[in-house]
């Protein structure tokens, strides 16, 4: 057997000391941008966007691109993240960009994969993230129109005010929308659970017909200059140690740098 140490290592989980602040700017070319970073509950959060990790942005035309902090592996979080975050948005799936978030703990905290953890530990900052926007352009709305947000309510990438029957779509509020000071996250409403339109119904994976054509970059496709492949054999029984390799018979094998037993 051929055995290759290749230990890596994780962010741990995010600080609890730690919570998450929004800010909320213009996006360039106008639309709103929506920050979300995390900050120690005493301190005052920063306001440069240079600071945070911009989750949401709405365009003028409407076009919603979110980002997805963690690793996408194939377990589907690329999608799901973001979907938690459109849900509170109550934005129009059909418009929803997805991008992937650069590595940067320092602005969104643990990013991991491993361990089924990724929706357990984002779900309610995701929603909370999503919640704020929706508040925010409920807000925009409402001023737009003199009315009160209480009696304003959202459709899918649309703000409604069912007493004069008037609509009024996201992109078009964005702008208004990047001018209104951040809700605090630690109180946005968040949806009951029977309102949800996107969880809980069935969403194919946002990078799956691209995967077919074979296009995304995968960790087993990189290839550096003097890159080394490590294999790594495992007792099929729980468990189970080493009796014996056959180490000297693998090391002498053409391109083999190395064999040898992890304990």
């Known amino acids: 057997m051929t055995l290759l140490d290749t230990n890596t290592t994780t962010d741990a989980p995010a600080d609890p000391s730690r919570r998450l602040f929004l800010t909320v700017s213009a996006a360039a070319g106008g639309g709103l941008l929506i920050g979300a970073g995390l900050t120690a509950q005493a301190a005052t959060a920063p306001a440069a966007m240079s600071e945070l990790s911009a989750y949401v942005r709405i365009a003028p035309d409407g076009i919603i691109t979110l980002q997805s902090k963690n690793p996408e592996i194939g377990q589907g979080i690329k999608t799901t993240l973001p979907l938690i975050i459109a ?13 992937q978030a650069a590595t940067d703990s320092a602005k969104f905290g643990s990013q991991f994969a491993g361990g089924s953890r990724s929706v357990d530990m984002n779900y309610d900052q995701m929603r909370k993230v999503g919640a704020a926007g929706r508040q925010l352009l409920i807000r925009a709305a409402a001023a737009r129109w003199g009315v009160e947000p ?3 309510s959202t459709k899918p990438g649309v703000v409604v005010h069912a007493a004069s029957g008037r609509t009024i779509g996201y992109g078009v509020l964005a ?3 990047s001018a209104l000071p951040a809700p605090d996250l630690a109180t946005v409403p968040l949806k009951s659970p029977k309102d949800f339109r996107l969880i809980g119904k069935p969403h194919g994976g946002i990078d799956s017909a691209k995967i077919v054509r074979g296009e995304p970059i995968f960790g087993i496709d990189t290839v550096l200059p003097g890159m080394r492949y490590a294999v790594f054999e495992k007792c099929p029984v729980y468990g189970g140690k080493v009796v014996s390799a056959n180490l000297d018979e693998i090391r002498a094998l053409k391109g083999v740098r190395k064999a040898f037993i992890i304990k």
């Open 87 to 99: 849900e509170e948005l109550d934005a129009d799936w059909a418009k929803v960009r997805i991008e």
């Open 150 to 152: 209480a009696t304003c």
């Open 175 to 177: 702008t208004a929308a």
